[in-house]
C-alpha cells in the first residue's frame, strides 16, 4: 500500500455474523450500503472487503446468519459508485470454484474498476459447504495451495494463461477482459500454522483472523522469516484486524474491548501496530445505525488518521 500506514474496513451488512454484526444491519440494504462506500471513498479508506460464503448450514445459521451477499457481485456494484477506494476480497474460498471460474470474475471485476481489485483467499472452514459443492473438505488446505498458483497464471497478463497441476490443468483457453493492474495483489487470510506459511511463500499479503496484539508480533517474525528461506525478497503487506472502534465518548455501552476517545489517543494506541511491522489496519466501528457509522468513518478519516502516521 506504497509503504503508508493504510486502514481500510469490512462491509457491514453484506455479512451478518453474530459475532460482529450491529443490529440496525439486518434491515439495512444495498442503499446503505453504497452511503458506507462512498463515505469510505470520501475518508481515505483503503479498501473495502467483502466475505465469502455459498450457503451456510442449519447447525450454524443461528451463529453464522445466512446473510452473506455474493463477494463479487457486491464488490462489482459498489465498485460504480466509487472512485478511488480498492476492493478486497477478505476472504474468497476459491477453493469450492475452479480457478478459471474465480479468475473470470475477478479479472472482470479489476477491469470494471479500473484495477482497484485486491485478492484475498482463504481456506474455508464450512464442511457441508464443501460436501455440497462436490469439493474435498479434508483437502481444502492442498486445493487452496493449488487453487492460488492457478490463479496467479489465470490473472496475469497472459489472454491464454496455462497451468499444469495436479488438481487443475488448462492451456489453450483464452479469457478476456484481462485485468486492469499488471499483477492483482493476492494476500492470504488465516493465522494457522499453515496459512501462515501460504502467506509466506505464495502470497503478496497476509490478513491475520483474530489474532491479539500480543501474539502478532511472533506471527509477523515467523512470516517474515519463512519468506527469506523460500528466497522471496518482493515486499508483502502484513495486516491486522483491530479491537472495535468508536472516536469519542459515547453515551452507551459499547463494549469493554472497544477503544474509545479522542482522536489523538486512538491514533497512540493504533500506531502500535505499525511498530509491530503491520502494513494495514482493517477496522470496524460500533453503531447503531447507518448515520452514527458514516459518521465514525468520517471522524476517523478526518480526525484519527493524520495522527497515524
Known sequence: MNGSFAYGIQLPVQSQSTLYAEGWEADAGPDDLVEIARTADRSGFAYLAGCDHVAVPRRLASAMSTVWYDPVATLSFLAGVTERVRLLSHVAVVGLRHPLVTAKQYATLDHLS?????????????????EALGVDFERRGFVLDECVDALRAALGPEEFPVHHGKLYDFEGLGQR????????????????????????????????????????PEQIAKLRRLREDAGISDPVTVGAITEPLY???????????????????LAESLRE?????????????????????????????????????
Open 273 to 309: 501496530y505499525r511498530a509491530m511491522g503491520v502494513d494495514q489496519i482493517q477496522v470496524r466501528f460500533r453503531s447503531r445505525s447507518r448515520s452514527e457509522l458514516t459518521d465514525q468513518m468520517a471522524a476517523f478519516g478526518a480526525e484519527v488518521a493524520p495522527h497515524l502516521t
Open 114 to 130: 479500473g484495477g482497484r481489485l485486491i485478492l484475498g483467499v482463504g481456506a474455508g472452514h464450512v464442511r457441508e459447504e464443501f
Open 177 to 216: 477482459p484481462r485485468p486492469a493492474q499488471p499483477r492483482v495483489p493476492l494476500w492470504v487470510g488465516g493465522s494457522s500454522p499453515a496459512a501462515v506459511r501460504r502467506a509466506a511463500v505464495r502470497g503478496d499479503g497476509w490478513l491475520p483472523q483474530g489474532d491479539p496484539r500480543d501474539r502478532l
Open 247 to 265: 472516536v469519542g465518548e459515547p453515551g452507551w455501552h459499547v463494549g469493554r474491548r472497544t477503544l474509545t476517545g479522542r482522536p489523538e489517543a
